[in-house]
């Protein structure tokens, strides 16, 4: 059921087998030298794969789709956009751990065109939005909830440094940027490193939401999601149409 490890290692690899250099550049520092936290520069959905038969004691999923749909977004250039899709052709792949996983080859990529963006859009996020705080004396990352008072600051603040570490484009600050949820929100996480001494489990949160920005903070959600630690799959999340779609 913890599978987001394992696509985001495999999506490091198949970067690797091209440019070891840029490889290594998303995986230890992403883009931002100035900055406390380092942003990678994709994220990625959910496995679409139906409804599977689940085993919640064993915390797998049993799967008889043959056809299995991931979405990926990386935060760069066209031309750096096109080089990656061919990358991703006919590769082939094992997903999961020593004990339970599957078998993969990439039968087709298609490329999805770039929606158009305004100030102002509606989002539902299909994976956890991720805040989280940590003090001097936290041992562990606390990980909030919309119902905690620092959520919306933190969350701003967090799209603002992605942005600021990741361009050399016009100033932006958090007071052009604010966000409303639209839906009661679910705790939701899932673990790291599973079967290892470094696994951790992070928690975050669903909900639709509206969200004020410029539109180049929009297009960077677009490309490499909402949340803190996109790159292991948090912070996915699709355009709607507002509340009517709720």
């Not at 995986?27 to 990625?44: P, R, V, W």
């Not at 789709?65 to 979405?71: A, F, G, K, N, P």
């Not at 969350?155 to 007071?175: N, Q």
Request: charged content about 25%; overall charge positive.
């Amino acid at each position: 059921m913890d599978y987001q490890y394992y696509i985001s290692a495999w999506i490091y690899k198949v970067l690797k087998q091209a440019d070891k250099d840029f490889a290594q550049f998303l995986h230890e520092q992403g883009y931002g030298q100035n900055t406390t936290k380092l942003y990678k520069l994709f994220c990625f959905s959910r496995l679409d794969f139906g409804k599977p038969k689940l085993w919640k004691e064993k915390k797998l999923f049993e799967i008889s789709e043959h056809t299995i749909i991931l979405q990926i977004s990386f935060d760069v250039t066209e031309a750096a956009s096109n080089f990656i899709k061919g990358l991703f052709m006919k590769q082939e792949f094992y997903l999961g751990d020593k004990f339970n996983g599957i078998d993969f080859k990439v039968a087709g990529v298609e490329a999805l065109p770039e929606p158009k963006f305004s100030e102002t859009m509606y989002y539902r996020l299909q994976t956890p939005w991720v805040v989280s705080f940590k003090t001097e004396t936290d041992k562990h990352p606390q990980y909030l909830s919309p119902n905690d008072k620092d959520f919306d600051t933190l969350a701003i603040k967090h799209l603002v440094e992605k942005y600021k570490s990741t361009r050399k484009a016009e100033f932006i600050d958090s007071g052009q940027i604010s966000f409303k949820r639209i839906t009661d929100f679910k705790r939701a996480g899932f673990v790291i490193k599973p079967g290892t001494s470094q696994k951790s489990r992070i928690v975050g949160n669903l909900f639709d939401f509206e969200l004020t920005a410029p539109p180049e903070i929009h297009r960077m959600i677009w490309g490499a999601g909402v949340s803190e630690k996109s790159s292991t799959g948090f912070g996915w999340c699709e355009i709607t149409n507002g509340p009517d779609s709720v």
